[in-house]
């Protein structure tokens, strides 16, 4: 049971580094869009939110590993909702973004 709990901690933990970069991405956009599909040519997202969807990812990792002892493959599931956060902020900022000009 404490291993289930420790592995929800780290999967939480992961999901909110995963917004904090996302929040990140929209701070350095500023007045931009950020291309959510095709990255197009010269567009280089902050190494910041590199790193910290690195540290995400990791995070998410071990807590679906720990997870996976006790409820077995379908925690697998988990590791692609990293990537979801920082989407939905991103749509977000584009969205008031477009909503102020």
Same mark, same amino acid.
């Given at each position: 049971? !404490? %291993? &289930?709990? /420790? +592995?929800? *901690?780290? !999967? %939480? &933990?992961? /999901? +909110?580094? *995963?917004?904090?970069?996302?929040?990140?991405?929209?701070?350095?956009?500023?007045?931009?869009?950020?291309?959510?599909?095709?990255?197009?040519?010269?567009?280089?997202?902050?190494?910041?939110?590199?790193?910290?969807?690195?540290?995400?990812?990791?995070?998410?990792?071990?807590?679906?590993?720990?997870?996976?002892?006790?409820?077995?493959?379908?925690?697998?599931?988990?590791?692609?909702?990293?990537?979801?956060?920082?989407?939905?902020?991103?749509?977000?900022?584009?969205?008031?973004?477009?909503?102020?000009?």
């Amino acid at each position: 049971m !404490v %291993v &289930v709990v /420790l +592995g929800l *901690a780290f !999967v %939480v &933990v992961g /999901l +909110g580094v *995963a917004t904090y970069s996302g929040v990140v991405t929209s701070r350095a956009a500023r007045g931009r869009l950020i291309p959510l599909w095709r990255i197009p040519d010269g567009y280089r997202a902050p190494a910041a939110t590199r790193i910290l969807q690195l540290v995400a990812v990791l995070s998410v990792g071990l807590g679906s590993v720990l997870c996976f002892q006790e409820w077995g493959t379908y925690v697998i599931l988990m590791l692609p909702g990293v990537f979801l956060p920082p989407f939905v902020v991103a749509a977000l900022h584009n969205r008031a973004t477009k909503r102020g000009e």
